[in-house]
């Protein structure tokens, strides 16, 4: 997981649902400069998980790798630490 990083989603888009393809990841609840405090989240064994920041539903979804998430737009990619 360190080479690759731990996945970041957002729900700026505001919908009722994003569904993911990790079990641990980081909710950064909006896009910044509206983000709130960067939240590790970890469903263990569980399929679903509620942000304590922002209340976005996160679903597990075995079709979707990683960072992959649906909608797609509620990934995060931060392009200033890529380059």
Do not use: Q, R
Not at 35 to 64: A, Q, R, W
């Amino acid at each position: 997981m360190a080479a690759t990083g731990i996945p970041h989603f957002h729900n700026d888009p505001g919908v009722a649902v994003v569904h993911v393809g990790a079990h641990e990841f980081m909710c950064i609840g909006a896009k910044p400069p509206f983000d709130h405090p960067h939240v590790f989240l970890d469903m263990g064994s569980d399929n679903e998980i509620i942000c304590p920041y922002c209340s976005t539903l996160f679903k597990y979804e075995p079709s979707l790798k990683g960072a992959e998430c649906t909608p797609p737009e509620c990934a995060w990619h931060d392009t200033a630490k890529a380059a």
